[in-house]
């Protein structure tokens, strides 16, 4: 009777170990699936953000051209001001020598 509790202890035994070991492999396997998925997704996600980094450094490249441009027109618009104020008073100046020469020719 012992020798056949010892050997249902004995193989019962023997189970419980090839159960571990498979659990163990089984939970070894997930885990090398899972670190494997993980570092997929952290380059997907680095690849991600070096692009969103690079289209950042365009776009700011971009704002800055348009900065550029937008003071380049505001200068030319105020030069152009500029230009238009001075043929006004020159306009001006010779319209007010007219007045003055047509007053003469009346006084004369």
Same mark, same amino acid.
Not at 71 to 91: I, N
């Given at each position: 009777?012992?020798?056949a509790i010892l050997a249902t202890l004995g193989s019962t035994f023997?189970?419980?170990?090839?159960?571990?070991?498979?659990?163990?492999?089984?939970? $070894?396997?997930? &885990? =090398?699936?899972? !670190?494997? /998925? @993980?570092?997929? *997704? +952290?380059?997907?996600?680095? %690849?991600?953000?070096? #692009?969103?980094?690079?289209?950042?450094?365009?776009? $700011?490249?971009? &704002? =800055?051209?348009? !900065?550029? /441009? @937008?003071?380049? *027109? +505001?200068?030319?618009?105020? %030069?152009?001001?500029? #230009?238009?104020?001075?043929?006004?008073?020159?306009?001006?100046?010779?319209?007010?020598?007219?007045?003055?020469?047509?007053?003469?020719?009346?006084?004369?």
């Amino acid at each position: 009777m012992e020798q056949a509790i010892l050997a249902t202890l004995g193989s019962t035994f023997a189970v419980l170990v090839t159960l571990i070991l498979y659990l163990d492999r089984s939970h $070894r396997t997930a &885990l =090398e699936s899972h !670190r494997q /998925e @993980t570092r997929a *997704g +952290f380059e997907a996600h680095r %690849e991600a953000l070096e #692009a969103l980094k690079i289209q950042g450094a365009e776009t $700011r490249a971009s &704002l =800055e051209a348009l !900065r550029t /441009e @937008t003071r380049t *027109g +505001f200068q030319r618009v105020a %030069e152009l001001a500029q #230009a238009v104020l001075e043929l006004a008073h020159r306009v001006g100046r010779l319209e007010g020598r007219r007045d003055k020469t047509d007053e003469a020719a009346e006084t004369l």
